[in-house]
């Protein structure tokens, strides 16, 4: 699941998505400048059952390029394969050659330089009696040297199923010895610090007995690749203590590596258990060798935090989580409801006990659908949802008939079946439950401060672990108002029932209303104009179908007249609507985007570029990154306000600081990734990069920014 985390070399340049021109005419190579690509097949004795069938991709790379491993290390993309076979013939797993290491700078990476084939078995069922096996592929490969390009190619090969076909035979013999092979009688037991993976190993080649070996996992996101490993021989048996990634995201119970000896071109595969549990990834950034620090100059790494504290923060979170702006329209249902029943303490009370569940159950099923597709390889973070413009158009849609709703344009009662509707009003408190469901929903984007911490070290701990943060949070967002529902103060101070309960209700209906203009905004940053007109169109189909089938004073006749009239526009509306709704691929931004000018000072931006900010740390420039999104009420206040204020963009100027934004309104892998790295799982984050910091540890203000703080971080440059 770091696949996403490793696309670091990804923006080491511009990403130029190479064009595969075909050499020399052959559907089976793909030339560009840095590599040379092509489908090769070995099958000695024909093409049939039990008989070998290898296919495998061949790379010669251009002098000082290089390709990635399985686990690509620190940074890069594996190789990918895709085929396309005959019915019932199938083709296995890459069997991936013993890499090598490749440091980046701060980085440590695993990959192939020279020539590579990266083979792959291929299994014929009995009776196979075509003349040809015919193959296509279509691979996908990232391609590096000082800067990083992803490159893709399409391969056909025909190949004769009586005849044998050896061309290749060097190749795939090369390729097999070099292919680890699994540590005949090595015993391997493991056990985790807090800090490192402590090994030993014994049983492995008598001629590697006291030399040197380099230790390859094939689980990625565990390991500080970069880190000096302590090892030794001790009674033929080899131990090292692995020190663990300050940012580890995987905890398995089992691991695989590959251990290889100088000189030795093959090394042995070893796989071992890894008893838990697995300590917090707090602890590794805490226990950084001195070195490191001392290479990051006036860095400030997130606080080491265990998960006491990060109940406690998400508990504040959500009580301060109720004073963000994406909240309030929610929040004011809340409020209507109390007016409605301050003088009825059963149904108060009830009514605050079922919010609070609704609350607390829809964190709770939020964080566990994001842990479980996180876990599944999905880079997400917290407020996934509203990067979904389906979602974004659902929520709109929903807001606009709560909105019309609550201005009186239609009536629940006149649109639902009889008995819906009395059960509607024999069980309020489902309104309750519904009304807290709607504010995690509309609310979970938004970020408190101090509450990117606590959820950034959520994603990280054991499901049971994450949930119960998750569930502080809920708890903390729905206690004013459970304690509003159960302290008989606040009913004294409500007014009495009149006639103003009902001009209040429609006041309700405004903030709703902004709520889809500013949903209509996001939709809009995140698939275009075509598709803001698109959803306006199938509100105003579905405003007009509420107002047909539930508006006051229609007559049977005319109900159903006007009523068939809205749901053939309605389905006109979804057929126009939904093709606009698809989220299309991210444009690419090549330019640094130019903002609004402050007192003479030009305020530039530059779309995040990991590698760009490695460059200019390196060349002595601070580097500035905003990580934003378009739904992220905060980020927009933050950009209106503290971000635009003259005095700090002349700060920024002054110090020659580069401003680089972090889009993440459209789901962005990378970006997810560089979250995760920072210890955050949602969006804002800000984070200053210091002169030769490279981009280990940056400093990070507050999610909530003032121009005092954003100062005062500038100053210390």
């Given at each position: 699941?770091?696949?996403?985390?490793?696309?670091l070399?990804l923006?080491l340049g511009?990403?130029?998505?190479?064009?595969?021109a075909?050499?020399?005419?052959?559907?089976a190579?793909?030339k560009?400048?840095?590599?040379?690509?092509e489908?090769?097949?070995?099958?000695?004795?024909?093409?049939?059952d039990?008989k070998?069938?290898w296919?495998?991709?061949?790379?010669?790379?251009?002098?000082?390029w290089?390709?990635?491993?399985?686990?690509?290390?620190?940074?890069?993309?594996?190789?990918?394969?895709q085929w396309?076979?005959?019915?019932?013939?199938?083709?296995?797993d890459?069997a991936?050659?013993?890499p090598?290491?490749?440091?980046v700078?701060?980085?440590m990476?695993y990959?192939?330089?020279d020539?590579?084939?990266?083979?792959?078995?291929?299994?014929?069922?009995?009776?196979?009696?075509?003349?040809?096996?015919?193959?296509k592929?279509?691979a996908?490969?990232?391609?590096?040297k000082?800067?990083c390009?992803?490159?893709?190619?399409d391969?056909?090969?025909?190949?004769?199923?009586?005849a044998?076909?050896?061309?290749?035979?060097?190749?795939?013999?090369?390729?097999?010895?070099?292919?680890?092979?699994?540590?005949?009688g090595?015993?391997?037991?493991a056990?985790?610090?807090?800090?490192?993976?402590?090994?030993?190993i014994e049983?492995l080649?008598?001629?590697?007995?006291g030399?040197r070996?380099?230790f390859?996992?094939?689980?990625?996101?565990?390991?500080?690749?970069a880190a000096?490993?302590?090892?030794?021989?001790?009674g033929?048996?080899?131990?090292?203590?692995?020190?663990?990634?300050a940012?580890?995201?995987?905890?398995?119970?089992?691991?695989?590596a590959v251990?290889?000896a100088?000189?030795?071109?093959?090394g042995?595969?070893?796989?071992?258990?890894v008893?838990?549990?697995w300590?917090d990834?707090?602890?590794?950034a805490?226990?950084?060798p001195?070195?490191?620090?001392?290479?990051?100059?006036?860095?400030?790494?997130?606080?080491?935090m265990?998960w006491?504290?990060?109940?406690?923060?998400?508990?504040?979170?959500?009580l301060?989580l109720?004073?963000?702006?994406c909240?309030?329209?929610v929040?004011?249902?809340k409020v209507l409801?109390?007016?409605?029943?301050?003088?009825?303490?059963?149904?108060r009370v009830?009514?605050?006990?079922a919010?609070?569940?609704?609350?607390?159950?829809?964190?709770?099923?939020l964080?566990?659908?994001?842990?479980?597709l996180?876990?599944?390889?999905e880079?997400?973070?917290?407020?996934?949802?509203?990067?979904?413009?389906?979602?974004?158009?659902?929520?709109a849609?929903?807001?606009t008939l709560?909105g019309?709703?609550l201005?009186?344009?239609?009536?629940?009662?006149?649109m639902?079946?009889?008995n819906?509707?009395?059960?509607?009003?024999?069980?309020?408190m489902a309104d309750?439950?519904?009304?807290?469901?709607?504010?995690?929903a509309?609310?979970?984007?938004?970020?408190?401060?101090?509450?990117g911490?606590?959820?950034?070290?959520?994603?990280?701990?054991?499901a049971?672990?994450?949930?119960?943060?998750?569930?502080?949070?809920?708890g903390?967002?729905?206690?004013?108002?459970?304690?509003?529902s159960?302290?008989?103060g606040?009913?004294?101070?409500?007014?009495r029932?009149?006639?103003?309960m009902?001009?209040?209700?429609?006041?309700?209906?405004?903030?709703?209303?902004?709520?889809?203009?500013?949903?209509?905004?996001?939709?809009g940053q995140?698939?275009?104009?075509?598709?803001?007109?698109?959803?306006?169109?199938l509100?105003?189909?579905l405003?007009?179908?509420?107002w047909?089938?539930?508006?006051p004073?229609?007559?049977?006749?005319?109900?159903?007249g006007?009523?068939?009239l809205?749901?053939?526009?309605l389905?006109?509306?979804l057929?126009?609507?939904l093709?606009?709704?698809?989220?299309?691929a991210?444009?690419?931004?090549?330019?640094?985007?130019?903002?609004?000018?402050?007192?003479g000072?030009?305020?530039?931006?530059?779309?995040?570029?990991?590698?760009?900010?490695?460059?200019?740390?390196?060349?002595?420039?601070?580097?500035?990154?905003?990580?934003?999104?378009?739904?992220?009420?905060?980020c927009q206040?933050?950009?209106?306000?503290?971000?635009?204020?003259?005095q700090?963009?002349?700060?920024?100027?002054?110090?020659?600081?580069v401003?680089?934004?972090?889009?993440?309104t459209?789901?962005?892998?990378?970006i997810?990734?560089?979250?995760?790295?920072?210890?955050?799982?949602?969006?804002p984050?800000?984070?200053l990069?210091?002169p030769g910091?490279?981009?280990?540890?940056?400093q990070?203000?507050?999610e909530?920014l003032?121009?005092?703080?954003?100062?005062e971080?500038?100053?210390?440059?």
């Amino acid at each position: 699941m770091l696949l996403a985390r490793l696309l670091l070399p990804l923006a080491l340049g511009l990403p130029l998505a190479a064009s595969a021109a075909l050499f020399g005419g052959s559907p089976a190579v793909v030339k560009t400048d840095q590599v040379r690509a092509e489908l090769v097949a070995h099958a000695p004795e024909g093409v049939a059952d039990g008989k070998p069938v290898w296919l495998g991709l061949k790379i010669t790379h251009e002098p000082h390029w290089h390709t990635y491993w399985k686990n690509p290390g620190d940074s890069g993309l594996p190789t990918t394969l895709q085929w396309t076979l005959p019915p019932e013939v199938s083709a296995g797993d890459i069997a991936w050659p013993t890499p090598k290491r490749l440091p980046v700078g701060p980085l440590m990476n695993y990959g192939y330089e020279d020539t590579l084939l990266l083979p792959v078995p291929v299994t014929v069922p009995a009776g196979y009696a075509a003349p040809t096996l015919e193959v296509k592929l279509h691979a996908e490969w990232l391609v590096c040297k000082e800067v990083c390009i992803p490159q893709s190619g399409d391969f056909s090969l025909a190949l004769p199923t009586q005849a044998a076909t050896a061309g290749n035979a060097a190749d795939f013999e090369a390729a097999a010895r070099n292919t680890p092979v699994a540590a005949a009688g090595a015993r391997a037991q493991a056990r985790l610090t807090d800090t490192a993976l402590q090994l030993r190993i014994e049983g492995l080649p008598a001629a590697w007995q006291g030399r040197r070996l380099a230790f390859f996992p094939e689980t990625a996101g565990v390991i500080d690749n970069a880190a000096v490993q302590q090892v030794r021989w001790e009674g033929g048996a080899w131990q090292a203590s692995v020190p663990l990634s300050a940012v580890r995201s995987e905890s398995p119970e089992r691991m695989a590596a590959v251990l290889v000896a100088d000189g030795v071109p093959a090394g042995v595969e070893v796989a071992f258990d890894v008893p838990g549990p697995w300590p917090d990834p707090a602890l590794a950034a805490a226990a950084a060798p001195a070195a490191e620090a001392a290479a990051l100059p006036g860095t400030a790494p997130p606080p080491p935090m265990g998960w006491a504290a990060a109940l406690l923060l998400a508990l504040g979170g959500g009580l301060l989580l109720n004073l963000m702006p994406c909240v309030f329209p929610v929040l004011s249902l809340k409020v209507l409801g109390f007016a409605s029943h301050a003088h009825d303490r059963q149904a108060r009370v009830g009514g605050g006990l079922a919010y609070t569940a609704g609350v607390v159950l829809s964190f709770l099923a939020l964080a566990a659908l994001l842990l479980a597709l996180r876990a599944g390889g999905e880079q997400l973070g917290w407020g996934f949802q509203l990067q979904s413009p389906g979602v974004v158009a659902a929520l709109a849609a929903l807001f606009t008939l709560v909105g019309l709703n609550l201005a009186g344009v239609f009536e629940f009662g006149s649109m639902l079946p009889g008995n819906l509707a009395t059960l509607r009003a024999r069980h309020p408190m489902a309104d309750a439950f519904l009304t807290g469901v709607l504010a995690v929903a509309i609310a979970s984007p938004c970020t408190a401060p101090f509450m990117g911490a606590s959820l950034g070290l959520a994603v990280t701990l054991p499901a049971a672990q994450a949930l119960a943060i998750f569930a502080a949070l809920g708890g903390g967002m729905a206690l004013p108002y459970l304690a509003a529902s159960l302290w008989p103060g606040v009913a004294r101070a409500m007014p009495r029932p009149g006639v103003w309960m009902q001009r209040f209700k429609v006041l309700m209906a405004f903030p709703m209303f902004a709520t889809v203009i500013w949903l209509v905004w996001v939709l809009g940053q995140q698939a275009g104009i075509d598709a803001v007109a698109a959803l306006l169109g199938l509100l105003l189909a579905l405003a007009f179908a509420a107002w047909a089938w539930g508006g006051p004073g229609f007559g049977r006749g005319a109900r159903l007249g006007f009523g068939g009239l809205s749901v053939l526009l309605l389905v006109a509306a979804l057929g126009w609507a939904l093709p606009a709704l698809r989220e299309p691929a991210a444009p690419a931004t090549a330019a640094p985007a130019a903002g609004a000018a402050h007192d003479g000072v030009a305020a530039t931006w530059e779309p995040w570029n990991a590698a760009r900010v490695a460059e200019l740390t390196a060349q002595g420039r601070p580097v500035f990154v905003d990580f934003t999104a378009a739904w992220c009420v905060t980020c927009q206040f933050n950009k209106r306000g503290a971000l635009s204020d003259a005095q700090v963009m002349a700060d920024f100027a002054q110090r020659q600081v580069v401003l680089m934004r972090a889009d993440w309104t459209r789901r962005d892998a990378a970006i997810g990734a560089e979250l995760t790295r920072l210890g955050r799982s949602g969006v804002p984050v800000y984070a200053l990069y210091k002169p030769g910091a490279a981009t280990a540890a940056p400093q990070l203000l507050p999610e909530v920014l003032s121009v005092r703080t954003l100062r005062e971080a500038i100053a210390q440059l």
